[in-house]
C-alpha cells in the first residue's frame, strides 16, 4: 500500500513537492503512476516513472510543470508541481504496476491519498 502526503493550500502560479511512501512491498520492482481526482469525477492518470526511470509519462495537462521522480532507497515516489493552476485542484494517489506504465489499476489499490488545494 501507499501513504500519500505533502498535499496543502497553494496559490495559483506556486510549486509544491507531494509524497508518496510504499509500505508491505518493493518499490524498486514496479512502474509507479501518480493518478488525481475531483470530487464526482473519474480518476485521471497524471504521471508514471518505470522500475527502470526511462523516460516518465505525463498527461497533456500537466506537461512540463510536473515531474515525477523516485528514490527506492526511501521506497517513496515523489511529484514535483510548478506553476500550479486551479484545475490541479484534486486529491493525488499513487498506483503500482508490475509490468506498464502508467499502471492499470486492479481491484482497490487506493490510499487516502493527498488533497493539493490551488486558490486564485
Known amino acids: 500500500r501507499f501513504v500519500e502526503s505533502g498535499g496543502t493550500l497553494v496559490q495559483s502560479g506556486g510549486s509544491l513537492r507531494i509524497s508518496c511512501e510504499a509500505f508491505?512491498?518493493?518499490?524498486?520492482?514496479?512502474?509507479i503512476t501518480w493518478f488525481r481526482q475531483a470530487p464526482g469525477k473519474e480518476r485521471e492518470k497524471v504521471a508514471c516513472?518505470?522500475?527502470?526511470?526511462?523516460?516518465?509519462f505525463y498527461s497533456d495537462s500537466v506537461k512540463g510543470r510536473f515531474t515525477i521522480s523516485r528514490d527506492n532507497t526511501k521506497s517513496t515516489v515523489y511529484q514535483q508541481m510548478n506553476r500550479l493552476k486551479t484545475k490541479d485542484t484534486k486529491r493525488y494517489y499513487c498506483?503500482?504496476?508490475?509490468?506498464?506504465?502508467?499502471?492499470?489499476?486492479?481491484?482497490?489499490?487506493w490510499g487516502q491519498g493527498t488533497l493539493v488545494t490551488v486558490a486564485e
Open positions: 498506483a503500482a504496476d508490475y509490468f506498464v506504465c502508467p499502471a492499470v489499476p486492479q481491484g482497490n489499490p
Open positions: 508491505g512491498f518493493r518499490l524498486a520492482a514496479y512502474q
Open positions: 516513472i518505470s522500475k527502470g526511470n526511462e523516460t516518465p
